[in-house]
């Protein structure tokens, strides 16, 4: 959604003159149909990248407690205080304290979901309960993934992703300077002004382009079709979790992501497996635990008991540092660790893409990381209000004011050439991309009144 205010050189050829204006086209349709979304996957990730500093102050009656001198109670402890307020619950999970001043997080199976108890571990008072459902953070994660709306609603969000490169290249195309004396590092006239606009619009788009892509592409490994091709890849290249771990182990047909609470994206895929001494007693959450420990997993892991008897007690936690990264599974029975998991062992494609989601999320790098994905987010809110605004100020009245098409038909079979590109790279996107073409050439060029509505 930009704006030709520079002149084409005359010396420029008819294809040439064609081209920009066919990638102004492109550009404004796509614009049209994905800045709404970008405006809020902006919004809801600016505020996911602080959820740490939320929970730390917001909601700190729950989270935050007194640090102590004596050592924490055993998380048994912290269990049977959290079922007294939640009768009839089940322990899904069991969040250790991610410093002395933390609380621990306990999920329970309800009647009517999941739902998260807060307890000191020093006195084991109860400081809050939250259905999963209405926890900050989770409604934050479920609007940025339009989860709200059902499973193929995430399928838009990938779509979204993949017009969200497409802006950038095509944004980059159409700000590339053509001997124009402004809008390239500076903004021209006043808010008043379309030319400002357009100017704050191309700027910002252009100096922030490459790391808007990088939101963009860094996210789609969690969408549903892309995402699940590429651990497909991932899983028949070995350049995933390492598959060679569970080649003697017994394992339930189950994955990760469906039995664990938390779990990362490498490891969501893989099997579970299953305990093997049933002959012994049980070990228990809080051996379990201290097993953890023992073996160095970052504080803040996530302890997931056994839902059976071949169940396995399944330690995780994906702290802000990748390396200390790590998934143990424990025999219930034994104690024994069955697969014990960490960053160093994935394969290269799940290293590079765990990465890009690390930094994505705001955690890698420490402030650093947070406050340049959220100049990110904030470039993405005011290219878009910019563009929306600039598209008002220049649209004439009862009209679209779509940039007009090119006065040649030849450089459709470029357009065409990129839509078979960008529909091989991200096909959700390309369907979107093949279908607009289409019905601006095959509808809305044949028919009269639209045309007049659309020019």
């Known amino acids: 959604m930009t704006d030709i205010t520079a002149p084409v050189p005359a010396r420029s050829s008819a294809l040439a003159v064609d081209t920009y204006r066919a990638i102004w086209r492109w550009h404004f349709y796509a614009g049209l149909i994905a800045v709404p979304f970008m405006i809020l996957l902006a919004v809801t990730g600016s505020l996911y990248l602080f959820r740490d500093e939320i929970d730390g102050t917001v909601f700190a009656h729950r989270n935050v407690v007194a640090a102590q001198a004596e050592a924490p109670l055993p998380p048994s402890r912290l269990v049977e205080a959290a079922e007294a307020t939640l009768p009839g619950s089940t322990l899904s999970a069991y969040r250790e304290p991610s410093g002395p001043t933390a609380s621990a997080r306990l999920s329970f199976e309800t009647e009517a979901g999941t739902v998260y108890a807060f307890v000191d571990p020093y006195t084991g008072a109860v400081l809050g309960s939250v259905a999963k459902a209405d926890e900050f953070n989770e409604v934050v994660r479920k609007l940025h993934s339009l989860a709200y709306f059902g499973p193929y609603a995430n399928r838009v969000i990938e779509a979204m992703a993949g017009f969200a490169i497409i802006l950038v290249v095509s944004g980059l195309y159409l700000w590339w300077p053509r001997r124009q004396s402004g809008g390239v590092v500076t903004v021209r006239g006043t808010p008043s002004k379309r030319i400002f606009w357009r ?19 860094s996210g789609l490994p969690w969408s549903s079709f892309w995402g699940g091709k590429l651990t497909e890849i991932a899983t028949a290249t070995g350049t995933g979790y390492p598959a060679a771990l569970w080649d003697n182990v017994p394992t339930s047909g189950e994955h990760a992501e469906h039995v664990m609470e938390t779990v990362g994206w490498t490891m969501e895929s893989s099997p579970m497996p299953m305990s093997h001494a049933m002959a012994m007693a049980p070990i228990g959450l809080d051996r379990a635990v201290g097993i953890a420990r023992e073996r160095g997993m970052a504080p803040g892991f996530e302890v997931t008991p056994p839902a059976d008897a071949k169940g396995v007690y399944s330690a995780a936690v994906f702290p802000d540092d990748l390396a200390e990264a790590r998934t143990i599974h424990i025999d219930q029975y034994s104690g024994q660790p069955i697969v014990d998991i960490s960053y160093a062992d994935y394969g290269s494609l799940s290293r590079l893409t765990e990465l890009g989601i690390n930094i994505h999320m705001g955690q890698e790098f420490g402030l650093a990381n947070q406050l340049l994905m959220l100049a990110t987010c904030l470039a ?68 009269a009144p639209l045309r007049r509505v659309f020019s």
Do not use: E
């Open 199 to 217: 100017d704050t619009h191309a700027v910002t788009g252009a100096f922030a382009g490459v790391l808007i892509a990088f939101l963009a592409l």
């Open 380 to 447: 993405i809110i005011l290219s878009s209000v910019a563009a929306l605004v600039m598209w008002l100020k220049r649209r004439p009245s009862g009209r679209m004011g779509v940039p007009p098409y090119p006065t040649s038909r030849r450089v459709y079979g470029a357009l065409w050439a990129m839509a078979v590109v960008f529909g091989v790279l991200f096909p959700l996107s390309g369907l979107l991309i093949v279908a607009m073409i289409a019905v601006d050439v095959l509808v809305i060029r044949q028919v």
